[in-house]
């Protein structure tokens, strides 16, 4: 992303009812959970983590501001998740045959704003290695999360994923959400 | 030279069958695009591109590293990206502005937006008396050999002779002039982002899928049930009863059943070019489309309006390098890079002067069909590499092209597929056809 705001973590943490240490931990167990879900091929569980409404989005650069009516790498609700879901998980996804596993490594968590309802705005890190047959990529960059607090946990309004190679070409293309 | 190494070329293609080291073979790699690529009209982009004096867009041609420049004076420049001293690349980035000249970052040395020399550092002191400066044409940066706008589109070529464009184009000059005149303003806008995905096959597997009606329904079919069920899923809740377009563009993979296929048809131009008419003219009565409707015919006439929005095309190939989708506003340009590598360079366009809704209907095609993450052109790639391995083996050699072979009907030079036999691979031979006539040189 290409202007980092100051972390409002400090000024919020201990204003709210749990304090700032809390949230931190919460924030990260939930994209930690989020990472492992995918690695593990869990799809549905990994959908279940977007509101209703929710978006996951990755922009084509950095300079986008909205997912909506421009071109976009992904730009998905949950419909549109489902229908990538029941694509891999189709025998005849031909692309899905051979092995592909990923490897996703969130870190650099900072949450940059809390809310009065106690929903968040979260930036991290990620790097993502991905083996496919015999071949490694490697993709990075960095995640925005609009998180929704809700009484069964954070649910994503949505995720901006903003890739560090996203204007490079792509050697062959992503199979589902990075 | 390397016409020795490889003898009795046109042995290589049979009416119905190729060999497979058409498509392995790095020295018939190097010599296509020697006889193809640098020669003929390829297409280099959108004028829309480089709106302003000094823009500027690098694009691959065979193997040429070129640069599409707009000058002060609005005209566009095809020009290699070499300075002519020391053979510096001239522009590093993909695309930018120039400034009012290019200026190379070795020695300075300065050139006009279309190529001639402008100055050099302390030119008098250090060039009088010898052959060099303004003077010596190769002083300057060199040019495309020809370059040719055809509605906005700029095509390069790289030889002196040959057809003009319009010629070479012939009846695939309707892939634009379908887009344009769909536009109420009569022109298309590029919308600047470019999706770029290399394929790990040789670039003319990728070209003959194009208008392969046979495979969609094989290749595609998770995704098309996926996008089914899925629309079914929203039709049912939803109170109007409709999923949006989107979803049908994909379900069709799967609800157009291999049957079916043989109902559309192909049509095959001289130079390789190839038509296949189909689905994509469909005409929902959906309020989006009626509010367009109302200002195409205020427009156009309704007679116009008529003949506009009735031209039946799915896909049109131009031959060697560009395939696009017309009623979705989008192309694929394909740049080889290597006998087994090629490049697809993904746009989209704005139809000028019609409603946002129409312009989404082809953003959601780019998105869910052509961007990195593709839903549908995964499981093409996948296909693509296959072949290219399989056709790396000894396992056999040949390729065959013989489906509906001898049924199609041939008028004045037009290879029409007959009825009821739109899955011909007619297409294919026909590319293969051009293909053996540019490769005798």
Known sequence: ??????????????????????????????????????????????IDLFADDGVYWMPPEPSYKTWDGQPAIFAEDKNLMTVRMKRVLHPDAWSQRPLWETNHVVSNVVVEKVLPNGDLHVRSRFHMMELRRDDVRHFAGAYRHELQKTSNGYRIKLQRVDMTNAQAAYDYVLQVWV | MLQEQIPDLAKYVEPDRVRREVYTDPDIFELEMQRIHERVWIYCGHETQIPKAGDYYTVQLGRQPMLMVRASDGKIHVLYNRCPHRGNMMCGDRKGN?????????????????????????MESGYAGTRFGKDNPDCSMKRAARVENYRGFVFASLASDGPSLQEFLGASKVAFDDMCDRAPEGEVEIVPNCFRVIQHSNWKIFLENQLDALHPSVTHQSTGRAAHEVEKMIAAKA???????????????????????????????????????????????????????????????QKRFEEIVNVNIHHVLIYPGLSVQSPLQQLRAVRPLSVDRTLTEIWHFRLKGAPEAIYRRSLAYYNLVNSPSTLVNADDLENFWKCHQGLSSNGGDWVTFGRHLGRDIDK??????????????????????????????
């Open chain 1, 1 to 46: 992303m290409a202007k980092v705001k100051k972390s409002a973590v400090a000024a919020k943490a201990g204003s709210g009812k749990g304090n700032g240490r809390d949230v931190q931990y919460d924030v990260e167990q939930f994209l930690y959970r989020q990472a492992e879900l995918l690695d593990s091929k869990q799809w549905q569980p990994w």
């Open chain 2, 98 to 122: 120039a400034g009012d000249f290019f200026r190379c970052s070795y020695h300075a040395w300065t050139f006009q937006h279309d190529g001639r020399l402008r100055s050099i550092p302390m």
């Open chain 2, 239 to 301: 109170k109007k009863g409709e999923a949006p377009l989107s979803y049908h563009m994909l379900s069709a993979f799967a609800t157009v059943t291999i049957d079916k296929w043989d109902a559309f048809q192909t049509l095959n131009y001289p130079y390789g070019h190839c038509i296949l008419t189909g689905y994509m003219g469909l005409r929902p009565q959906d309020p989006d489309t009626l509010a367009y409707d109302k200002i195409m015919i205020a427009k156009y006439g």
């Open chain 2, 412 to 441: 004045n030079g037009v290879v029409e597929t007959a009825p009821n036999c739109g899955t011909s691979e007619a297409p294919m031979r026909n590319q293969m056809k051009a293909w053996a006539e540019y490769m005798r040189g």
